[in-house]
């Protein structure tokens, strides 16, 4: 599998380039990630949990960085094992193209090539799922980044992105205060007129 892009980031090269070594910011931004951690300046290891079409399986994976020329590009090279479920395997060419003091062009080349179970899939479930994972870490890792570039009590720094799997409670939907009046106002004040209007109906 081979995939090429580019996206457009509003923050300065070098904050860009910070991010993209931040254990921190790769967790959050990358799908189903459980866990980055830093091995050494130019290694890391991750733990992920995927769902690829029906399958779904964890991956423990090791991440070499070669090739660095701060804070212009570097070569990605690292393979995860999935267990029964497979492997991958590959690399990739990141690039920062400096547009101006506040905006970087990032661009990638990815070559990745998978095996055991999960080659079964087919080549064309592979390669949807593997850009709707690269878009979905670039629209976080964007966010993340444009958030801490952002000047404090900018709309855009008080931004922060979601946790890569949080869930939404109907609870949270639910307001405090309802015209100014507490909600545990509101829910009395219902019972009331239930009780009310049972009593002159049997009155």
Not at 82 to 103: I, T, W
């Given at each position: ?35 980055v951690t830093r091995t050494a300046d130019d290694a890391f290891e991750a733990k992920l949990a ?154």
């Open positions: 599998m081979e995939m090429t892009g580019e996206r457009l980031i509003a923050a300065p090269r070098a904050r860009v380039w910070e991010a993209l070594n931040d254990p921190a910011v790769l967790q959050t931004s990358i799908p189903g990630c459980e866990s995927l769902k690829i079409g029906p399958m779904a399986a964890k991956f423990a994976g090791k991440v070499k960085l070669d090739n660095i020329v701060p804070p212009e590009s570097y070569t990605i090279s690292g393979e995860g094992n999935g267990g029964p479920m497979g492997f991958a395997k590959g690399g990739a060419d990141v690039a920062l193209a400096e547009l101006s003091p506040v905006s970087t062009n990032l661009t990638y080349n990815v070559k990745v090539q998978v095996g055991g179970k999960i080659a079964q899939l087919g080549a064309r479930l592979i390669d949807s799922t593997a850009k709707q994972m690269a878009d979905q870490f670039f629209d976080r890792f964007q966010a993340q980044v444009a958030a801490a570039n952002a000047p404090e009590g900018s709309p855009a720094a008080a931004i922060a992105p979601p946790p890569p799997n949080a869930a939404i409670s109907v609870f949270d939907l639910i307001p405090s205060e309802i015209f100014g009046l507490p909600l545990v106002f509101w829910i009395g004040s219902f019972f009331q007129a239930i009780i009310l209007f049972l009593l002159f109906i049997y009155r």
